[in-house]
């Protein structure tokens, strides 16, 4: 642990100057880095620091990632969900999936940050797999400040919610979600208290068309229970 002083101070020194030193002092901080350590980083006054932190115990593969979804970095933040969806953090998936997705609204949100921010957290509420989980969908996909591709393929997400596809749609890998604890019919149900909505004419004409398929492949929402 003696080491540690001197890895942060040159974390801080030349942390966003160079992507190899980067990896090897996360890469450093890892192997000799208690959990708590890295944990404790996410009150200190550098997004260097922090952000190295949070890279080290995604190192660890460590689920403590996810107290990073509460920094007021747009990029750790990001990085904060990459490392929990990525990562396979089931426990703390909930985590990601209940994040106010209006917090990436902020101007200090890049549209990259915000693509690659929500395109997990919508796999995440995915994985919920429940009624609350849908409706956050439906809510997103209803919302005209964030990006229509987005909210299209918050659409598709909630298109495929009974039986969702065996390749994971951020990275393209195989990365199943099973039916166990699963609230089969939850997004068609969330989806027709909305109807009206979503066919509405404020609605541009890619989120009626993605609303009609979805309707055409789920047959008649008026019947639901």
């Known amino acids: 642990k003696v080491a540690l002083p001197h890895l942060f101070r040159l974390t801080e020194a030349k942390f966003d100057h160079d992507p190899w030193l980067r990896h090897g002092l996360a890469s450093a901080l ?13 009150n200190s006054h550098s997004a260097a620091i922090r952000r190295m932190a949070l890279l080290a115990l995604r190192k660890q593969k460590n689920p403590a990632v ?12 990001t990085d904060a969900a990459r490392a929990i969806y990525e990562e396979r ?84 890998i195989y990365y199943p979600i099973t039916e166990k604890g699963r609230e089969l019919q939850s997004a068609k149900l969330q989806f027709a208290l909305k109807t009206t909505d979503f066919l509405s004419l404020k609605q541009t004409v890619q989120i009626q068309l993605a609303s009609l398929q979805f309707i055409e492949k789920h047959g008649s929402l008026q019947h639901l229970p």
């Open 30 to 42: 890892a192997a000799c880095a208690d959990a708590a350590d890295l944990i404790a980083q996410k």
């Open 66 to 77: 996810a107290v990073f979804l509460t920094d007021n970095s747009p990029l750790i933040v």
């Open 89 to 172: 953090y089931s426990d703390v998936n909930l985590n990601l999936a209940s994040f106010n997705p209006t917090e990436i609204l902020k101007k200090e949100w890049s549209d990259f940050n915000r693509e690659a921010f929500l395109r997990r957290w919508l796999q995440a509420n995915l994985r919920q797999g429940d009624s609350v989980s849908a409706s956050r969908l439906v809510a997103f996909a209803l919302d005209h400040r964030f990006a229509e591709n987005l909210r299209l393929e918050s659409i598709s997400t909630l298109a495929q919610w009974d039986k969702p596809a065996s390749f994971d749609a951020v990275q393209g």
